[in-house]
Structures are given as C-alpha cells and as structure tokens.
C-alpha cells in the first residue's frame, strides 16, 4: 500500500526566504506526482504535476523535483511571500493496469510566511 | 472554461440521515474523484467513476455510495450519517490519467 510522508509538518519563516518542502513515498512505481496548495477551508489548487518519466517541472517560483529511485520528490519556493501561507500537499498516482487510482496524497506541510 | 463545481458548499444533517453531494467535471473529462478530508486524517480516497461506472473505492463502509450520469456530473450519498462523517468532500475531475483539478468542496456538519 502507497504511504506518502511530508517533512516538515509545519513551518515558519522570515519573508523573503527560499525553501523547500520534502515529500517520500513507499512505493516508487508510480504513475505521476503532483503538488498542491491548499487555503484554510477551501479546495485545492494544482501547483505541478511531474509524469514519472520527468526529473523537475518549473512554474515560476516554484520548481519540483522528482526522484522516483529512492521515493522523493522535493518543492522548492524561492523568495517566499506572505501569499505563499498555505498548506502544501503532495500526491502520488499510481496506475493499476485498468487505470488510474484515485490520488494519495500525504498529510501536508503548514507554511506560514511571517511579514 | 468552469472549473470543477461542488454543492452545496455547506451542509448541515442529522447523525442518522442522509447526505447528497453534487459534482460536476470540467467539460470533456470524463472521471470524477471524491475525498474526504476529515480533521486531523488528511485527504483520503473515496471513489472513482468513470464512463458512468464506479472503477475503484476507498476504505470506507458501503453507506458512502454514489453515481455517474450520462453528462459525467456525480453525486456522492452518505446514507445513515455519523459524527465522524463531518468533514470537507472533494471533488476532482480529470482525462484519463491526467492533472486532476479539484473544486471548492462540500462542508459537511452532522450534529
């Protein structure tokens, strides 16, 4: 069964900083990998899907990287803004021959942004 | 181009009573998601519909239910609520195996 773990659990920095959330997972057979932000009560937006042929995929401030051999995928926020407070959420897709699993996501990274 | 669209955005139910939630896919996609997240359990698989059928489900009892229409909308059904079945649902359509986008959710309370 696919486990994703996101490290850390929350965090809190200066704005301005650069940073990176880090995300494992159990099984690296997976289909493709995808980030996620999350507001306070609200749903969630795709930040960036990496298929499982891809290393890294770049929006902006934001680059992800994808290491399916040893099950981690990196989000790297540079220059962090207040906006950026939210929760971040990672999830894997795997794909069971009839197609494709729903997602599993882990149970995310708090980030708040300090002013 | 509408994004996934969820209602009601809040729902208030009885333990006990039944809860309908309604979803409909971005055009042309054909799958539909949904999840729970539950405080304090993360985002958790629930089901998966597509073409008009239920193609895979989560761990979750058989009171949790839903359809697909011919238009691809979904409902999801929570027959015989519980405390614990208060949560936020989601909804996440997508093609094939392609980037899921999700809607704004369902705030369901059952008192």
């Known amino acids: 069964k696919q486990e994703v773990t996101q490290i850390p659990a929350a965090l809190s920095v200066p704005e301005g900083e650069n940073l990176v959330l880090n995300c494992s997972f159990t099984?690296?057979?997976?289909?493709?990998l995808q980030w996620f932000r999350q507001d306070p009560g609200k749903g969630l937006t795709s930040l960036l899907l990496?298929?499982?042929?891809?290393r890294e995929q770049t929006s902006g401030r934001l680059n992800a990287s994808l290491d399916k051999s040893s099950g981690r995928s990196t989000l790297y926020i540079a220059a962090s803004q207040p906006g950026d407070s939210a929760t971040y959420l990672c999830a894997v897709i795997m794909y069971s021959g009839g197609g494709a699993d729903g997602l599993t996501f882990g149970k995310g990274t708090h980030l708040i942004i300090q002013p | 181009e509408a994004g996934v669209t969820q209602s009601p955005t809040h729902l208030i139910k009885t333990r006990g009573q039944q809860a309908t939630l309604r979803c409909s896919p971005i055009s042309g996609h054909t799958s539909v998601y949904w999840y729970q997240q539950a405080l304090g359990l993360g985002l958790q698989f629930l089901l998966w519909y597509d073409e008009g059928e239920e193609r895979n489900r989560g761990n979750f009892p058989p009171r949790f239910s839903g359809r697909q229409f011919p238009n691809y909308s979904s409902e999801l059904n929570v027959n015989a609520l519980e405390l614990e079945d208060s949560a936020l649902y989601l909804c996440?359509?997508?093609?094939?195996?392609?980037?899921?986008?999700f809607g704004s959710g369902t705030r369901l309370t059952v008192v």
């Open positions: 990496i298929q499982s042929s891809q």
């Open positions: 099984d690296s057979a997976i289909y493709n």
């Open positions: 996440a359509s997508s093609l094939g195996t392609r980037v899921s986008t």
